[in-house]
């Protein structure tokens, strides 16, 4: 990728990858405007607008130029080389210039069915969205998220589009994915749904520890500066997943259950429903890590 190259990348894309979503879009898709990426505020004073084909933006309180200048800037490089470099590696070494998109790299025109969504691959974390919305946002260790989690490729068959997502494997094979944005939370399943389950460096001991979202057991290590749980972990994913959740617990006989659940309501009546059917071998643990949720 050279300069030339670079200028012609979509700045909404390069942002949406970044974590930032547009809080207006105006002019038919030409202009779109966000809360500054540089600092934290509640008015949006930063836009970027399509002119001269390609894309330049301008933020009130501090500078502007072309998507070269916006790297710059975003990661306080001072050198071209770098900016360019770091955008090879924001596209994973596969970038096609875009005239006029209004599509982000992750975001879904409208919620897709599991079954619109094909799976693509799976690898390594490397995509500097995912890492900086784990590490920055979710304030996750990043050898924790690399441990657990994988960079999902999938093809969107109802747009013919290719996304990416944050992902964990379940028992069944599939994926469970999200997409790098609090913003933005899309959730889905690829290849099947299920459960996924973590072997503890103690298992066979009768601990269990079950955990709605893959976010929620990252952030409970790395909270407790580890990188397991003496127990098995069950990953839900969907509270609507209970009933998968509970058969597995009785087939392997568990008899102290951990649960870390959400505080909302939905949370706690998954959490007393446990405590119903397993009585006082549940241990709700739903306190502990809420500091670190967002």
Do not use: C
Not at 40 to 59: A, M, Q, R, V
Not at 75 to 96: M, P
Not at 193 to 203: C, E, H, V
Request: hydrophobic residues 35%; aromatic residues 12%.
């Amino acid at each position: 990728m050279n300069i030339d190259e670079a200028k012609k990348l979509s700045l909404p894309d390069i942002l949406s990858r970044l974590g930032h979503e547009p809080f207006e879009i105006k002019n038919g898709g030409q202009e779109y405007w966000y809360r500054s990426p540089f600092r934290h505020e509640k008015e949006p004073s930063f836009h970027t607008s399509f002119l001269g084909g390609k894309w330049i933006w301008n933020d009130f309180a501090d500078s502007g130029g072309t998507v070269i200048d916006f790297i710059l800037r975003h990661e306080n490089y001072s050198k071209i080389s770098d900016a360019l470099r770091f955008l090879r590696n924001l596209y994973g070494g596969s970038y096609t210039p875009k005239q006029h998109p209004s599509l982000f790299s992750f975001q879904q025109p409208a919620e897709p069915k599991a079954k619109q969504l094909e799976f693509l691959g799976a690898s390594e974390l490397k995509n500097p969205a995912i890492l900086n919305y784990l590490t920055l946002q979710r304030k996750i260790e990043e050898n924790i998220a690399k441990m657990y989690l994988k960079e999902v490729h999938y093809l969107n068959k109802g747009n013919g589009k290719e996304y990416f997502a944050l992902g964990m494997e379940n028992r069944s094979g599939g994926y469970e994915i999200r997409v790098a944005s609090d913003e933005y939370p899309f959730k889905s399943a690829l290849i099947k749904r299920d459960i996924s389950l973590i072997p503890g460096f103690k298992s066979g001991y009768g601990i269990v520890n079950v955990f709605e979202g893959m976010t929620d057991f990252l952030s409970l290590l790395t909270m407790m500066k580890t990188d397991n749980l003496a127990g098995d972990t069950i990953i839900m994913h969907s509270l609507s997943s209970y009933k998968q959740t509970v058969a597995y617990i009785q087939e392997q006989g568990y008899n102290s259950i951990h649960t870390y659940l959400d505080n909302n309501h939905s949370g706690q009546k998954v959490t007393k429903q446990f405590q119903e059917d397993f009585g006082n071998q549940v241990r709700n643990e739903s306190g502990i890590f809420m500091p670190l949720r967002i």
